[in-house]
């Protein structure tokens, strides 16, 4: 009995052992930064002099009465939504696809995932010079070449277009890591469910809807967890590719949250936007897994 314990207050000590360093990292890199945060959410500070005055609710209130901060939400609410709904159909099109026995899929694995790890720095710049309105190539094919349209497009120049062409970007750029996931969990299929659904004479869209999306959808629930709080945190792609512009038509609100710290210089101000935007993700967060744990219980079900 006494060795027993003895094994098991040894096994703890080595738990807390291996989870120590990591503690201490999250604490001094995540915890300490955010509750830094909120409380410099309730002062302005200055960037230069360091010097803090108490500003009460002043930052939250003029952000609420701010136009720039809901079109920069709404922007980003399109720029998400968008992304992780065209991605999703994408990834599951793929995915399956990949799943199959065909020639040269292992090849296909590997090239779909180049766009993931190319860094975002040198996605925007090539973006930017292909789709350069006077020397990009893809103005070119669709005048030159396929005579699509009469004149180029100004893609990253005109507001109605700047946003809508980012996003494309993104989906370009993001779509391989929805396609790891989805294809991971299908390759994970009990293959005497499709037998059985033979058996039964189910068709290909019953046997599609009843196994293969049903034993997907927790890991996608997972995916679109994980590419909602991502995207809506996303600063780099979007600010690479158009700073925020022409005309704030792609400001989102993590460009909105620079733009208010390194721009204006306004810390406290920044600091609340990001208190705002840390409620929508927690929401966000609290519903997917909700959504996550019902759908494991309709699979063990």
Known sequence: MLIKIGKKLQDKIFSWGLAIPSIIALTALSIYPFFTAVQSSFYNVSTITRETTFAGLDNYLYI??????????????????????????????????????????????GLVLIPYLIPSIVVAIVWRFLLNPTVGIVNYLLTETFHIVNKPIMWLIEPESALWTVILVGIWKYTPFMIILILGRLQTTPLELYDAAKVDGANLWQVFWSITFAWIKPVILVAVMLRTIWLFNHFDLVYLMAFGGPMDATTTVPVLIYRAAFEEMRMGRAAAISMYLVVFLLIATILYTWMYNRAEEQIRD
Do not use: C, M, P, Y
């Open 64 to 109: 609420l009465k701010s136009e720039l901060f809901w079109e920069s939400l709404k922007r980003s609410f399109i720029w998400t939504f968008s992304n992780v709904s065209i991605q999703l159909v994408i990834a599951v099109l793929i995915s399956l696809v990949l799943h199959q026995e065909l020639k040269g899929r292992n090849f296909a694995r």
